[in-house]
């Protein structure tokens, strides 16, 4: 059973300077809901309702989103817009969140290490919080019941196109079934050609409380910050790590034009907006001429 979620959210967002200055990225919305609602709506979905955000300086947007604002209430209550009022209500009351406070920010290996407290001798899922992940089934939930046939660490992991293998960690290894593969190599940013595979690491895992004891023993890596890619490196020396390929599509809004694109895809997505949002871009698309 997994009770718990992570979500790292403390990087400074270097990526989407200057936006990221005093806010977090994990804050950017998607038309109207910030990135890091999705990612808890995912864990919610998966049956969990335990959640541990991993925080930090300037990401204090992220508490005020998820606490109540009863002035907000109040006036949604007198202007009689109830459909609001309930959806501004629902989102104070969609989990137990807790934060804790990265106090350097040394990668994301030495995030999660800061949940070891927290999550104590479970296994628990990371979500990261500037991935969202659009499926059928929320991706946790994919992960969940692949850790309950294997009960070893899982990473969700998606297939990419072989010329761009180079911008991802991308894994290797035994073949088990269709969509599973028992991990033995990490390749991060490999070249072309050098890839162990065209599975990219995806952003959601379940981890075992293991990892703790690899981060312990992992030296700093690239960036000179702590790599959870290194740490479970070295745990799948000592013990199975699982990948599952995932059925869904996984939207990374850390740079800004995936996050161009997102906004597209969501917005073509939603009802409201689908038609008159589809003929805009096609009189923007007739009418552009890029040089
Ligand atoms: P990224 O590497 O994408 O985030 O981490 P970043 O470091 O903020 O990005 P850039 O490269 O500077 O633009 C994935 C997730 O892990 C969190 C981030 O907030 C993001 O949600 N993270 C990363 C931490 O919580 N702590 C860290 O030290 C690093």
Do not use: C
């Not at 030495?110 to 001798?121: K, P, S, V």
């Not at 990261?128 to 009960?151: F, H, K, M, R």
């Not at 992991?157 to 269709?178: A, F, N, Q, T, W």
């Amino acid at each position: 059973m997994i009770k718990k979620a992570v979500i790292p959210a403390a990087g400074l967002g270097t990526r989407f300077l200057p936006a990221t200055k005093a806010q977090p990225k994990e804050m950017l919305p998607i038309i109207d809901t910030p990135v890091i609602q999705y990612v808890v709506q995912e864990a919610v979905d998966s049956g969990i309702e335990d959640i541990l955000i991993i925080s930090g300086r300037t990401k204090r947007a992220i508490e005020d989103h998820f606490d109540r604002n009863t002035e907000l209430e109040e006036r949604l209550m007198n202007e009689e817009k109830e459909m609001l009022f309930n959806e501004i209500r629902h989102i104070a009351d969609m989990a137990h969140i807790h934060y804790v406070r990265q106090k350097e920010i040394l990668g994301l290996g030495d995030a999660i290490y800061y949940a070891r407290f927290h999550t104590g001798n479970e296994p628990f899922a990371v979500l990261l919080g500037d991935t969202i992940i659009n499926s059928v089934i929320p991706v946790t939930q994919q992960l969940i019941d692949v850790y309950e046939q294997y009960q070893a660490t899982t990473l969700a992991v998606e297939v990419v196109p072989e010329d761009k293998v180079s911008r991802y960690g991308i894994i290797g290894g035994e073949k088990l079934d269709d969509q599973t593969v028992d991990v033995k190599e990490f390749v991060e940013k490999p070249a072309v050609g050098e890839a162990p595979s065209n599975l990219a690491i995806a952003g959601r895992y379940i981890l075992t409380p293991e990892i703790f004891n690899a981060l312990e023993q992992t030296p700093k890596g690239k960036n000179n910050e702590l790599q959870l890619t290194d740490a479970l490196m070295l745990l799948s020396r000592k013990e199975k790590v699982i990948s599952h390929t995932i059925n869904g599509k996984r939207y990374d809004i850390g740079n800004k034009l995936d996050y161009l694109k997102t906004t597209v895809e969501y917005a073509l997505r939603r009802k409201e907006f689908a038609e008159p949002f589809y003929e805009f871009l096609k009189e923007v698309v007739e009418n552009t001429k890029i040089d």
